[in-house]
């Protein structure tokens, strides 16, 4: 019994000595101007909402949280080092001028494109990351983002606006609860396999969880964006299932350069009923290795 109680003990301290302090971020926040959200798996997450542009589509005004939030992520990957991803906002001019900065600093870009058909403003998403010093990082994401009209931090408003929305019954339609951030209900939806990239584990609050944005625009009806991750045999059935609930697809392409396995990301439109549209996204959902309730 003292053998086994001096073999346990053994194997905690070895583990102890082994084991990876809690990264302080504090100088992270101090590089970019603002404090990060912790997410799960070890991710650290910054946002950056693009509260300076007035973007319409067919109408309705994009609220930042919908389609106009540039976000940075971090996760610590040992010896000093992390792994950054994110997805920056930007009217065209300012595209080559944030491109030129995050490349000095050694961000790579992994894509480029639209998100969205028939905004105005036109508007891209730049697709980063990088590897190495957070704070060199950050430095970096700083001053390229001091390149646009992002604005600085701005506290959150003590009490959020309630939402003309019927959360409940979305988030029971989807299979999954979301959360109410700047006038938009938020859905993440994680897939059921480990993405990878470069050997390690990308978390879902990294860029690779299907992300479903619900703005209400009154009468019952919301105005709906946001991306599905997709692997390559899901990508058609989604789009046929999109379109038999009269949402559009905006947009197909990649995110990432050497993920396993290879995923696409698809955009997505539609002002209408927002129950109808909840229907029409879970029927997409249903043809993806996603978790949602009952799956």
């Not at 973007?55 to 976000?71: E, K």
């Not at 490349?103 to 980063?128: D, F, I, K, R, W």
């Not at 990432?256 to 029927?283: C, I, K, Q, S, T």
Request: contains cysteine; glycine residues 10%; aromatic residues 4%.
């Amino acid at each position: 019994m003292q053998c086994r109680f001096s073999l346990v003990s053994l194997i905690c301290v070895a583990a102890a000595a082994h084991a990876q302090p809690a990264r302080d971020w504090a100088a992270v926040d101090s590089a970019l101007g603002r404090k990060g959200a912790a997410q799960a798996a070890g991710v650290m997450r910054y946002g950056f909402p693009r509260s300076d542009l007035q973007v319409t589509v067919n109408g309705v005004r994009l609220a930042p949280a919908l389609a106009l939030g540039s976000w940075l992520a971090f996760r610590d990957v040992g010896g000093g080092s992390v792994m950054a991803m994110g997805d920056l906002v930007m009217l065209e001019a300012e595209v080559g001028p944030v491109m030129r900065a995050l490349q000095a600093g050694g961000v790579e870009q992994t894509a480029l494109h639209n998100h969205v058909l028939g905004e105005s403003p036109h508007v891209m998403y730049m697709h980063v990351s990088a590897h190495g010093d957070p704070v060199k990082i950050a430095r970096t994401v700083h001053d390229a983002l001091a390149r646009t009209g992002t604005p600085a931090a701005s506290p959150a408003p003590a009490t959020p606006p309630a939402l003309d929305l019927d959360t409940a019954a979305v988030a029971r339609t989807l299979g999954v609860a979301g959360k109410a951030n700047g006038g938009v209900y938020q859905v993440s939806v994680p897939r059921r396999e480990t993405i990878r990239e470069d050997g390690h584990e990308v978390p879902p609050s990294m860029g690779v969880a299907t992300a479903i944005n619900f703005q209400p625009t009154g009468s019952g009806r919301a105005a709906i964006t946001g991306d599905f991750v997709l692997r390559a045999a899901e990508v058609n059935p989604v789009i046929r299932a999109l379109h038999g609930a009269g949402i559009e697809v905006t947009a197909l392409h990649s995110h990432m350069l050497d993920e396993e396995p290879r995923l696409f990301f698809m955009h997505f439109w539609a002002n209408d009923d927002a129950a109808a549209l909840a229907r029409g996204l879970r029927n997409a959902l249903d043809h993806m290795a996603v978790r949602t309730a009952g799956r």
